[in-house]
């Protein structure tokens, strides 16, 4: 796991991100413009399922980050001055550079059926991952010791634990009061 992180600190900031964008791009124009027969239909609706949930992981953390991250008056919602980790934050914590951008990449992958988008999400998909340590990193220097305790409680992209784990957890209201042990 270091060696995904110790890449990521070597290159400039935020050339991941403009490296998978670039890539994210050229397999959306492959996908639709291109490759527009796909040969199993059934992958073909796969595809459109994991695009739309992947549109919706990259559209409501502008939501989430404007309404709960006290952004400045004027700026972007990613200039958050304080931390989110409720709404789709308490699922993933990159829903939309990390769960997005894998799961728009394997829908373009499934959507095309061609193996030059598979070599293309392969590479980009590796590339986001590597891009959320960083991310992770900036985190920590922005938020510190509560973005750390917000990394032990949140998935980086893993959704499906995100979820499970929203799912599982016990409610306050249904905890069991702690055993004593002195009695």
Known sequence: MRSWESLGDRLPPRLL???WSALLLLQ????FFVFREPKIQALSVA???LWTLGTVFAILPIWALRT???VPEGKSYMATTALVDTEIYA???HPQGGTAGLLLNLALVLLGQQWLLVILAVVGMALIYMDTFGADE???AKFG???ERYMKRVPRVNFVAGLLRLLVRPRASDAAPPLNLAD
């Open 91 to 93: 699922i993933v914590r």
């Open 145 to 147: 010791e509560e973005y």
């Open 138 to 140: 900036a985190c920590i």
């Open 28 to 31: 959306v124009i492959l996908a």
């Open 47 to 49: 595809g459109w399922v």
């Open 68 to 70: 709960k991250g006290h």
């Open 17 to 19: 991100a403009w490296i």
